[in-house]
């Protein structure tokens, strides 16, 4: 108060009479010279001061780097190499088979069943990565021959079954309801819980995201939602935040631990915020973060919380009765709102299935779609699609209903087993240290100097292995499945193998992988990896 009576106010309303048009540049300079100190003031309690100019310098760089990009010559010869690195992907991917012709038409005459067959058993045979013999990180969740042979008849039986017409086929809504509740059951939600099937987890974490914008918008008026996620929450979560158009807020994690920053999470909630979100576990580091404290932290903040349980699905329900020390990942929890589960990974359904569950009908409503108005008639769909398919839903409940509450509590034993041998293997390689506090199945690890970790990453794909290189720090991580239980002894041996041969030549790694990310870690402007990554899905569709 003090220092506001100092201020001339006669003198100051007198000036802006007098000089209207300066006073309003003045004003307007003012509001964003504010704004933007604001904003940067809550960078710096979340991130810190290193941090945030850290990220600040990062960002002009960019700046300055993509307008030398435009620069006549040099932008030329950046964007030679970028087309020189997109063809070298794409000549990688679409390599011709000999012997094997290319259908780039629909032929004129329809061709005979054991010509396609013939011409599917070949492809599917085609040189890759040995993952029936456990040699892929994740990717495949096998649950068995026996298993596999199941879900492939049911797949066969509901093949042209289509959930959007329930009246056509009513058998296949009482599948889908019933997939959706045994998978709220395992996570203790009661009889007002409630949920739907999706596609996937990306799919299942974005109609969570659009339920929470929908509420914030509808009850508590916020048209500029934002979501506040740790640094290691899925892609899927930015994706939703590009989709919306809605403001996404990255926290960092404890440097030992892997587990997000609970303070600076604190701090990023403001009055548009709409949703937090937790991991159980994280797809990185396999490190499941302080749901309890999050869960309060909702509560204390109104707003809603999101459990990321996609890759923990049907392995963190069993770990208590598994022997495992147990981690509450469910509707126990107070300040849970929803959840995401894929029952295509440890649930050993087919690929394309997942739930994403709700503690009330209210808040899944906010995720359905509903237009009235349409000359088509009514139209409403509870996801992103329309028409899906009712074969995978069919196949996803044989899954489950075969395994049973045994088959998964004796595979979360074996795998979690099998992930806890292999972090102890890598504890005693010195050159190698485990990157967090796993708690599933999934261990990530890095290396000391001189040995590079992507070196040994080159080193093990020699020997078969396909390990997932991670960023912000440098690692792998292996996701372990039913698949890696019998080979994890083979793995740790080629491992300290890898190790020891990077060790003695670390010279001979300063390309390949270690450039590769290496460089993508460290280069500003990031609109290059980003086309980098394009070109990639580019190539996917290269015939």
Not at 495 to 518: F, H, M, R, W
Not at 522 to 534: H, K, N, S, Y
């Amino acid at each position: 108060m003090s220092t506001l009576a100092k201020v001339d106010w006669k003198r100051m309303a007198t000036y802006t009479v007098n000089n209207p048009k300066q006073a309003f540049i003045n004003a307007a300079i003012a509001y964003i010279l504010f704004r933007q100190t604001l904003k940067m003031a809550k960078k710096v309690s979340i991130y810190g001061l290193r941090s945030t100019l850290s990220v600040l310098w990062k960002q002009i760089a960019g700046v300055l780097v993509r307008h030398i990009r435009r620069a006549p010559g040099t932008g030329i010869v950046v964007q030679r190499n970028i087309s020189k690195i997109v063809k070298d992907i794409e000549d990688s991917m679409n390599v011709a088979v000999p012997g094997e012709s290319k259908y780039l038409t629909v032929p004129e005459q329809g061709m005979s069943d054991d010509e396609i067959l013939a011409i599917l058993k070949r492809r599917q045979n085609e040189a890759g990565i040995d993952w029936k013999n456990g040699r892929a990180s994740g990717a495949v969740y096998h649950g068995g021959e026996e298993l596999v042979r199941l879900t492939n008849e049911a797949y066969a039986m509901y093949n042209l079954t289509n959930p959007l017409h329930p009246g056509v086929f009513p058998g296949l809504r009482r599948i889908e309801a019933e997939v959706v509740r045994m998978v709220l059951d395992l996570y203790n939600g009661d009889a007002e819980c409630c949920g739907t099937t999706t596609s996937g987890g990306t799919e299942s974490i974005i109609m969570a995201v659009r339920s929470h914008v929908v509420w914030g918008r509808e009850i508590r008026g916020i048209n500029n939602a934002n979501i506040v996620v740790p640094v290691t929450a899925h892609a899927a979560f930015d994706k939703a935040a590009e989709y919306f158009g809605i403001g996404i807020t990255h926290i960092p994690v404890d440097p030992l631990t892997q587990k997000v920053d609970l303070k600076a999470m604190r701090r990023a909630i403001d009055s548009d915020t709409v949703l937090i979100v937790g991991s159980s576990a994280t797809f990185p580091h396999g490190v499941a973060d302080d749901l309890a404290a999050l869960g309060k932290m909702a509560i204390k903040y109104k707003v809603g919380f999101h459990i990321d349980s996609c890759l923990g699905s049907f392995i963190m329900p069993f770990l208590k009765e598994a022997g495992f020390p147990e981690i509450v990942c469910d509707f126990r929890l107070p300040g849970v709102t929803s959840i995401s589960c894929d029952t295509h990974k440890y649930g050993f359904a087919p690929k394309g299935t997942s739930v994403v569950m709700y503690f009330n009908k209210q808040m899944r409503h906010y995720q359905y779609f509903t237009i009235s108005t349409w000359p088509g008639g009514i139209y409403a769909s509870p996801t992103i699609a329309g028409s899906r398919s009712g074969a995978v839903i069919a196949g996803c409940w044989a899954a489950m209903t075969k395994m049973g509450r045994n088959g998964y509590l004796q595979q979360c034993k074996d795998i979690v087993n099998c992930r806890i041998e292999i972090q102890k293997g890598i504890e005693q390689i010195p050159e190698l240290y485990v990157v967090g506090e796993p708690s599933s199945t999934v261990v990530a690890f890095s290396s000391h100097e001189p040995v590079g970790i992507f070196g040994v990453m080159d080193e093990m794909k020699k020997r078969g292995w396909d390990l997932s290189p991670l960023q912000y720090p440098s690692a792998l991580h292996l996701a372990c499945t039913r698949l890696t239980v019998p080979v994890a002894g083979e793995f740790l041996r080629d491992l300290s193998d890898s190790v020891a041969q990077v060790k003695a030549n670390p010279e001979n790694y300063n390309k390949g992988s270690q450039a590769i990310y290496g460089f993508a870690s460290t280069v500003p402007d990031t609109t290059i990896i980003d086309e980098v990554a394009q070109g990639f899905i580019d190539a996917l569709y290269a015939a």
